[in-house]
């Protein structure tokens, strides 16, 4: 037989095995709690991790395409300019020469003759070429001028003057040569108004010449 002692003892051990027990299932119930909590939240995070995939991917779409917009903007490009060198290697330039003045003039005692030249943008490499010879007086000299319009006006009236060409002083023969830069009107002039009595003859042959598209 068991003394009460012994049975008390007994008693309580088994109270504390129970609460053990208890405590042990507590847990587990806990932790299970918790496991399915997660399992639950879980899927609720797949939605972000698409949209951050559809965001990447369209990055990627979007370096794609402006790599190929560029590689075909510069294909174009690359075919334009081969057009362009292509029309420029068939554009023929022809040679043009129109006659300025020929034959022999009389330049008057204190007067002068102008030729007007006008140069135009569709003139490529545009020049006057020629050469003269001067006859009268004791001298047998002349002035001659090439020059745009506000110096040739100034030359003819004894004024200094910026000029493509001209003559070093009176001269009797000499050859003319002047290349135009831009258009515009331009004057090749004899002058003979340092001579007071005296007429001057000139003979004369001058042409301008360019090339034309």
Known sequence: MLTSEERQRIEEEERKR????????????????????STKES???RPWAVI???????????????????????????????????ATAKTRYL??????????????AGGYIPYRITITPEMVDPRVTGNFTAYGGSGNDILAVVADERSYTNWINGHEAQVLWGTQGKQTT?????????????????????????????SLEVDLNYKKA
Not at 18 to 37: C, D, G, M, T
């Open 18 to 37: 129970i609460a053990e027990e208890q405590y042990r299932s507590e847990v587990r119930a806990k932790l299970r709690s918790e496991s399915a909590a």
């Open 43 to 45: 899927p609720g995070t």
């Open 52 to 86: 951050f995939g559809i965001v990447v991917a369209g990055v990627i779409c979007l370096i794609i395409l402006a790599n190929t917009s560029k590689a075909k903007t510069g294909s174009d490009s690359g075919a334009a300019a081969q057009a362009d060198t292509s």
């Open 95 to 108: 040679p043009v020469s129109q006659k300025i003045a020929t034959g022999q003039i009389t330049v008057r």
């Open 174 to 202: 000499g050859d003319i040569e002047a290349k135009f830069l831009q258009p515009g009107e331009y004057y090749l002039a004899f002058s003979n108004r340092f001579s007071v009595f005296t007429d001057k003859q000139v």
